[in-house]
């Protein structure tokens, strides 16, 4: 492609190892699972509220509308959660453009590993005495799998030495950056 008169010149786009790529395209699925996990999470939570009121002490409750109350904590606890989601996401968007900010990986390594724990969880509970449909809990624990299974799979891709060198600025051949003043 030849040069036009008159217009810039286009930088060529930053090379992604394959690594690399594949860990942005896991922990992108990643984000996008937890936001559909937190959507299901809000929907049987307003469904059978009994479980935010058998965790809630309320104590004289005379003039306030405690299903109000509860119905705004779940809704507000659903826009945190992907609040939290929408940081995650710009440290996927951070660490695919190679920003440099070394925290953005470290964010993504330790939502990768809660959600792991938090999967292991999933395992060991099931929902008992509720008015929410057995089909919700599962496809919410499902959810709740696969986004830990990303998460992991990003995780491990991110750590293989091309990804690594990438990130640590040296183009991936293998070699060190050189160091100021030589």
Known sequence: MTQQPGRPQAKPAPTIPESGRLAVQLWWAMVVLEIIHQIFNVVI????????????NFGDTRGVPVDDVITVAIIMAGVLGIGIMVLLAFAVYG??????????????VFFSVYFAVRAVVVFTTSPTGTAAPTALYLIDGSLQIL?????????????RADAVDWQEGDGGDGGSPVAPGR
Do not use: E, H, M
Request: charged letters at 15%.
């Open 45 to 56: 939570s307003l469904i059978d509220p009994s479980a935010v009121k058998a965790n809630a």
């Open 95 to 108: 660490y695919a453009r190679n920003s440099g900010w070394k925290w953005l990986r470290t964010l993504l």
């Open 147 to 159: 986004t830990a299974v990303a998460g992991v799979l990003g995780l491990i891709f991110s750590r």
